[in-house]
């Protein structure tokens, strides 16, 4: 198993207060960079249901320069 640094960009978030969040950052324990990109989609969709204030009408997006193995 390799770690992978995957960030989600996050895109058209509304918050209530404050700044917009640009992105997410997720330590993935996977074998390969396309499953870290899909548990790091799956966690961010996980993290839009725990906070739906924050992230109302947002979609996330990952680039394959943003999945880094560490």
Same mark, same amino acid.
């Given at each position: 198993?390799?770690?992978? *640094?995957?960030?989600?960009?996050?895109?058209?978030?509304?918050?209530?207060?404050?700044?917009?969040?640009?992105?997410?950052?997720?330590?993935?324990?996977?074998?390969?960079?396309?499953?870290?990109? +899909?548990?790091?989609?799956?966690?961010?969709?996980?993290?839009?249901?725990?906070?739906? +204030?924050?992230? +109302? *009408?947002?979609?996330?997006?990952?680039?394959?320069? *943003?999945?880094?193995?560490?």
């Amino acid at each position: 198993m390799k770690c992978w *640094n995957v960030l989600v960009t996050v895109h058209g978030a509304t918050p209530p207060r404050g700044r917009a969040t640009v992105g997410i950052g997720y330590i993935i324990k996977t074998d390969t960079a396309e499953d870290a990109k +899909r548990k790091a989609l799956d966690c961010a969709k996980l993290t839009q249901i725990q906070h739906p +204030r924050k992230y +109302r *009408n947002a979609t996330f997006t990952v680039e394959d320069s *943003n999945v880094k193995e560490f």
